[in-house]
């Protein structure tokens, strides 16, 4: 009997003990933000010079040209083979870039396409990959707290460039969250008549998300609940502050 | 054995009492800010939200993603505070407080509730390399190639002679396994004192004496120490120890109370502010337009002064002049803050009585 108080004594003694031990913290969430995203298009909105257009691949093989600006949804992680053609400036010359899409976005339910990422490929990073050059351009999503101030509707993404020993992902990942990668070169396709796996990099699949307007920074505008609140019970303020 | 019983009885009683205040814990932080008291509420915290942010709680950490919204209200991490003279400090970016006179001569600060409003902005960081460095580089080192297979790689293999060097340490284990074999035949019994060597260096003069036969039972251990290490010294074997050293863990923890203060207050008589703070819009793209206001209620029960709303911007919301309205009369004086944006400070001129209540509004661009 005594063992057998004595047994049921340290088990509560231990039960209690642990009892007394904090709950861990959730930890920094900005550490590990993210979750592995298995078969989510996140859409993307590629911009490039004004006449330019844009085709993708299908079962290796470029196929419709869209215009640009071009909004598609691409599967994180992988590798999609772009043809920029019809270049100003430079006639019948065409690049390949390629495009990573390397994390998604959490825009809120059903404004997906209102808020895609971003991707900018400018008149300058064609001719560069025309000249020889190899060009990478990593998209960051911009920390608010962090942000430049500067006003981000003009037409121009922010940028910066970095010397040749420098990792991209790794300046970008100090401006904020690096959600995609562009890389172009002086890489074209096989032209032995024969396909070219390792080019289209299997050619995963892609979602064509409408056509954009005329107005090349702006999405067409989804169904969006007003969101209005109106605090007043009675009255409007009337008197203007200068 | 009654004894025993109850103290059974109460042990169990206490530690459930114990094990139950595992729900009022404190957790982190983050989650306490937005109401979160208990790990049972922090578990149906991600339900108690709003469901268009519902998307972006990491369900590893239970935490949302702020990195894609615009944050502003609130106080931040260093709590606002009034000086005498009415100077305010640690009013950080992204901050939005009130601060109010009592009739009993206090200056109180009370925060806002924080807005979100998803807007997020992508940058690029570019960088340009050279191919017509990369062609360099190839081609020097084709030229060395060929140099050192025509010239220097067959005087290099004359240097090999270091092989020699170690087929002498060959030599060495031969003859340690020659120790092996003497041993193996040793039946002899003839005692003789080998304790001298008790060092396997001197494995040449073992072989001398077992040669002669001087080998008997007390040598045998010597003979097994250095095959052991003989054999180690192969490096065909060796020991391996493996040692988990477990420590005792406790953890103690002792909370108490170290003394109570009881304040006792008149409740007829409570000085009070609310602030609340609305955004227009939930999301926005750079460069729209977004409205937010102000709503300040006196909810105490006696008349407060020198009512002052200050909200200093985030980075991307950029204030534009002349929105700025009140409903009731009001200083207004708009300052550029550290985050490049502005500091919105409105005074309101009168004081205002117990159930009273002011809205301000302006508008801002995001950036």
């Given amino acids: 009997m005594i063992k057998v108080f ?74 999609y083979r772009l043809r920029i053609t019809d270049i100003p400036f430079q006639p019948g010359r065409e690049v ?43 998209i960051y999503l911009e920390n608010p707290q962090t942000a430049l101030p500067v006003r981000g509707d003009l037409g121009v993404q922010i940028s910066t460039d970095v010397s040749g020993g420098t990792n991209p992902i790794t300046v970008a990942a100090t401006m904020g969250q690096p959600v995609a990668v562009v890389r172009m070169g002086g890489r074209i396709p096989n032209t032995l008549g024969v396909t070219d796996p390792a080019f289209f990099h299997g050619s995963p699949p892609w979602i064509a998300f409408d056509k954009t307007p005329s107005n090349r920074y702006e999405m067409t505008r989804y169904q969006s609940t007003p969101n209005r609140i109106n605090p007043f019970i009675s009255g409007k303020p009337t008197i203007p502050l200068r | 054995m009654r004894f025993q019983i109850v103290s059974v009885i109460l042990i169990f009683l206490y530690s459930s009492a114990v094990l ?5 814990l404190t957790i982190d932080p983050t989650l306490a800010e937005r109401g979160v008291k208990s ?11 709003d469901s268009n942010i519902r998307s972006t709680i990491n369900p590893i950490s239970g935490l949302q993603r702020q990195t894609e919204y615009l944050t502003d209200g609130g106080d931040g991490i260093a709590q606002t505070r009034v000086e005498e003279d009415w100077t305010v400090r640690n009013l950080e970016t992204e901050d939005t407080v009130a601060h109010f006179d009592t009739l009993d001569g206090r200056t109180l600060v009370e925060p806002s509730n924080r807005v979100f409003i998803y807007a997020p902005r992508f940058g ?42 170690q087929s002498g340490y060959a030599r060495t284990r031969t003859q340690l396994s020659g120790v092996e074999g003497l041993k193996k035949s040793t039946g002899t019994g003839i005692t003789q004192g080998l304790g001298a060597y008790s060092n396997f260096e001197s494995a040449m ?36 120890v493996q040692m988990n050293i477990l420590a005792p863990m406790a953890a103690t923890s002792e909370e108490g109370a170290e003394s109570f203060f009881q304040i006792e207050e008149d409740e007829s008589k409570t000085s009070k502010l609310r602030l609340i703070k609305t955004a227009s819009k939930k999301s926005a793209q750079p460069g729209e337009i977004v409205e937010l206001t102000l709503r300040f209620d006196n909810i105490g029960t006696q008349l407060i002064g020198n009512v002052t709303i200050l909200d ?32 919105l400070r409105f005074e309101i001129t009168d004081p205002l009585k117990p159930g009273e209540f002011g809205v301000i509004q302006f508008q801002c661009r995001v950036r």
């Fill in chain 2, 124 to 165: 690029a960081v570019r960088k340009i390399e050279g191919v017509v460095n990369n062609a360099q580089i190839t081609a020097l080192s084709r030229t060395d190639s060929q140099y050192f297979l025509n010239v220097d790689q067959g005087q290099e293999q004359l240097g090999y002679t270091a092989q020699g060097i």
């Fill in chain 2, 205 to 240: 003069s073992y072989s001398n004496l077992l040669r002669q036969q001087f080998i008997g039972l007390a040598e045998l251990s010597y003979l097994t120490e250095g095959r052991v290490y003989a054999k180690a010294w192969q490096g065909n074997e060796g020991i391996k």
């Fill in chain 2, 39 to 49: 790990v049972a509420e922090r578990q149906e915290f991600p339900k108690q939200i």
């Fill in chain 1, 6 to 79: 004595y047994t049921i004594t340290a088990f509560l003694f231990v039960t209690l003990l642990y009892a007394q031990i904090p709950v861990a913290p959730s930890g920094n969430p900005a550490s590990n933000p993210y979750v592995p995203v298995s078969q989510y298009y996140q859409p993307v909105k590629i911009n490039a010079p004004e006449g330019t257009n844009i085709t993708l691949a299908i079962d290796e093989k470029f196929v419709q040209r869209q215009a640009t600006p071009y909004a598609v949804g691409l599967l994180v992680g992988n590798d």
């Fill in chain 1, 96 to 138: 390949f870039p390629t495009v990573q899409v390397i994390a998604r976005t959490y825009p809120p339910r059903g404004q997906e396409l209102e808020f895609p990422i971003r991707i900018d490929i400018t008149q300058e990073d064609i001719e560069l990959a025309l000249d020889g050059k190899f060009v990478t351009r990593v």
């Fill in chain 2, 20 to 24: 139950g205040q595992m729900n009022t």
């Fill in chain 2, 312 to 343: 200093n911007l985030t980075t991307r919301l950029e204030f534009l002049p002349g929105t700025a309205l009140s409903s009731l009369k009001s200083g207004f004086i708009v300052q550029p803050n550290d985050g490049g944006s502005f500091t």
